[in-house]
T-cell receptor, first 109, second 117 residues
Framework: GQNIDQPTEMTATEGAIVQINCTYQ??????LFWYQQHAGEAPTFLSY??LDGLEEKGRFSSFLSRSKGYSYLLLKELQMKDSASYLC??????????WGAGTKLIIKP | GAVVSQHPSRVICKSGTSVKIECRSL??????MFWYRQFPKQSLMLMAT?????????EQGVEKDKFLINHASLTLSTLTVTSAHPEDSSFYIC?????????????FGPGTRLTVL
């Protein structure tokens, strides 16, 4: 079956760095998305990786290793507003989105 | 976790026709379902909130007469794109809200790719 795994919850300190991991097993691969979702709001697109490597976008970076079925989202200089759920999703060979359950990130002062 | 399905997964239609997309919560009852549209490398755009037994609430700028939403049961919501045009070609995603046991989570469907010729 198809599966996406990410930690349920993580806690980090304001100003620090946190890495949220995502591993996937899907039938085919056409890219991996990271979204941020604040409670009660629609998910916000953060990144899309389809090739191996690290993509940096401001305080957020996303890494992909297709051979390992692995991605991570790196958040630097954490701010209180970064407290949210972070969703990992993969497009399979049919461009169907396979969703992870989301990682709830709690930022403490 | 809870499972949400969408049907069809992919549809190609001619301009001017109507297309119905179904969203089902397979193992829980969802009083609220959401419909999103995904533009390439952009955020999911919330189109409307669908509440079972009542009219959907549409976001600003979304034509309710063009995107008809029906939430007739606790496990099924449908989105009908009426008189589809090429600019309606997009990836449509639904989600269902699960509030069992004190939790309040949103589970997403796999999406439907609509291509209007």
């Amino acid at each position: 079956g198809q599966n996406i795994d990410q930690p349920t919850e993580m806690t980090a300190t304001e100003g620090a760095i946190v890495q949220i991991n995502c591993t996937y097993q899907t039938s085919g691969f056409n890219g991996l998305f990271w979204y941020q979702q604040h409670a009660g709001e629609a998910p916000t697109f953060l990144s899309y990786n389809v090739l191996d490597g690290l993509e940096e976008k401001g305080r957020f970076s996303s890494f992909l290793s297709r051979s390992k079925g692995y991605s991570y989202l790196l958040l630097k200089e954490l701010q209180m507003k970064d407290s949210a759920s972070y969703l990992c999703a993969v497009w399979d060979s049919n461009y169907q989105l396979i969703w992870g359950a989301g990682t709830k990130l709690i930022i403490k002062p | 976790g809870a499972v949400v399905s969408q049907h069809p997964s992919r549809v190609i239609c001619k301009s001017g026709t109507s297309v119905k997309i179904e969203c089902r919560s397979l193992d829980f009852q969802a009083t609220t379902m959401f419909w999103y549209r995904q533009f390439p490398k952009q955020s999911l755009m919330l189109m409307a909130t669908s509440n079972e037994g009542s009219k959907a609430t549409y976001e600003q700028g979304v034509e309710k007469d063009k995107f008809l939403i029906n939430h007739a049961s606790l496990t099924l919501s449908t989105l009908t794109v009426t008189s589809a045009h090429p600019e309606d070609s997009s990836f449509y995603i639904c989600s269902a809200r699960d509030v069992r046991g004190g939790i309040d989570e949103q589970f997403f469907g796999p999406g439907t790719r609509l291509t209007v010729l």
